[in-house]
């Protein structure tokens, strides 16, 4: 921890020439609520285009949804976050590079063919099926959330009541994991995902959760026990793979993954529908609209914008008439395929009634998210169940008021104040 | 969808045909499945997701017309590409 100064040098001694005249990536948001404006700038003109990162290196944004699509899709690139080619967004350190690795060897950043073994392993806990067996549980967990906010308010805060507590209690009791540990992970999971922070700070929220992860498994090492973690660790044992640190990793993984995201999709939602009353109203008159709307959400808000289609490729590749040479990084920016208009006709309203899942919120190809499914029903019964059990809900403060988590890997809002 | 080799439905109850008259059929590449199960949120009385492997099985091979829009649409959306309709 006594060498935070060296990623400042990294950052000069990286840095590309001629990369005075690129657009910059990424880019400020004007509206909190939509992508940055300069990125749909950039689309207009082209849709594969050189940008530079703020570690001063070069990588491509690609745009539009049939090219980014197209980038997804490709086996030409690889998502090995641990690729010297890989376009992070923050000068990697060794210690940071070594907290990657250990989540990207569990899943992440596995290429095939090690990819297919290590996500057939985890497939069959993430279906349709085994998440619709949840949904009484998940009805229970939303319904005590919401209990709380009546009896604390109004005004309260959305987000800490019921927008994080939600998807985590429900990833600890789908791992396994004592749900008196949440606020180690919360806490240490912003704080890891908040590029602003110095390399130290971050890392050792990342060291926080990694110790409490690799006592949790040692626990179902020895007494399995019917949760996720007990299955898998049994499961990886016959198949001969199991790796201790490989499980911490996929542990921790699992975590985050399955709760930041899905906390902020849901404070972010009600904001995104707080702004289209007539949208709010449709889904108040008719609940059974809520699994589009949850869709119609996720194109809308695109939270893991650059950090879901981050990619290097391993041989050269061709798209939209551009050469990209092995080892040039690529940023398919998921908001350029939601927000395209020539795929989702005035892509920047948000109209339930769209409600397919064309969108790439998820990403798309083989990477695609685990626990899209999971997440779905935890947004559905979110939403349904907040506008059926507090329909005069409205935000408490202009959107453009509250604090936005423009420097995180996962975009979201840090407090959501509701009255009734 | 120009590529399909689905043309005109002949019969409103039985499976689809070809122009050959005979009828399509649906494949399922479970190599190539991740197990996203975008094909069971599209169409649950056609595919499913083994409660062993968690990868898709179909429960129709012979979808009727009246299912193969969303069929098609289920095979747009898979994101491994494991789905395709054959003439055969």
Not at chain 1, 169 to 180: D, F, N, T
Not at chain 1, 346 to 364: K, N, Q
């Amino acid at each position: 921890m006594t060498r935070a100064l060296e990623p400042v040098a990294d950052i000069e001694s990286e840095a590309e020439a001629g990369t005075a005249e690129l657009p910059p990536f990424p880019m400020p948001r004007v509206c909190p609520m939509d992508p940055p404006p300069g990125y749909a700038t950039l689309a207009a003109e082209r849709s594969v285009t050189k940008v530079v990162l703020p570690t001063g290196r070069t990588a491509w944004l690609v745009t539009g949804h049939g090219p980014v699509r197209q980038i997804l899709n490709d086996p030409g690139l690889s998502v090995n976050r641990t690729d010297p080619g890989y376009p992070h967004l923050v000068a990697m350190t060794p210690q940071l590079m070594a907290m990657m690795a250990q989540v990207n060897s569990s899943l992440l950043g596995l290429d095939p063919p090690r990819h297919t073994v290590y996500r057939r392993l985890l497939i069959n806990e993430f279906t349709v099926r085994r998440f619709a067996s949840m949904r009484p549980r998940i009805q229970e967990i939303v319904d005590g959330c919401i209990d709380k906010m009546l009896a604390a308010g109004p005004p309260v805060d959305l987000h800490q009541l019921l927008s994080l507590p939600v998807p985590a209690r429900v990833i600890c009791e789908l791992l396994g994991m004592p749900y008196q540990d949440h606020e180690i992970f919360e806490q240490s999971t912003q704080t890891m995902l908040n590029r602003k922070l110095s390399q130290p700070e971050r890392a050792q929220a990342a060291g926080a959760i990694r110790g409490h992860v690799d006592r949790l498994v040692t626990v179902k090492e020895n007494d399995p026990g019917d949760d996720m973690i007990g299955r898998l660790v049994v499961k990886y044992r016959e198949a001969g793979l199991y790796d201790h640190q490989q499980m911490v990793g996929l542990a921790m993984l699992l975590l985050m993954a399955g709760h930041e995201t899905t906390a902020n999709t849901i404070s972010l939602g009600v904001l995104a529908l707080a702004q289209h009353p007539d949208q709010l109203d449709l889904l108040k008159r008719d609940p059974s609209v809520t699994p589009k709307a949850v869709e119609e959400i996720l194109r809308f808000l695109s939270i893991v914008d650059a950090s879901g289609g981050s990619r290097v490729a391993v041989e050269d590749i061709e798209i939209e008439g551009v050469t990209i040479r092995k080892g040039e990084g690529i940023i398919a920016l998921l908001s350029g395929a939601n927000r395209d208009g020539g795929f989702f006709p005035e892509p920047d309203a948000l109209d339930i009634s769209r409600g397919g899942r064309h969108h790439v919120g998820f990403g798309y190809g083989i990477h695609q998210c685990l626990g899209q499914n999971l997440a779905r029903l935890e947004l559905e019964v979110a939403f349904s169940t907040l506008y059926a059990r507090i329909p005069g809900l409205r935000v408490a403060a202009p959107i453009e008021s509250l604090s936005f988590k423009d420097d995180a890997s996962v975009y979201g809002v840090v407090e959501v104040p509701v009255t009734w | 969808m120009t590529g399909d080799l689905v043309s005109q439905p002949t019969s409103p109850s039985g499976p689809a045909s070809n122009d050959a008259g005979r009828p399509v059929r649906l494949v399922a590449d479970r190599e190539r499945c991740i197990g996203a199960g975008q094909c069971v949120l599209t169409e649950p009385t056609v595919f499913d997701q083994s409660d062993a492997d968690g990868r898709v099985e179909l429960l129709i091979d012979r979808p009727g017309p009246e299912l193969l829009p969303e069929v098609r649409e289920a095979i747009a959306l898979c994101p491994g590409h494991a789905l395709s309709l054959t003439g055969t």
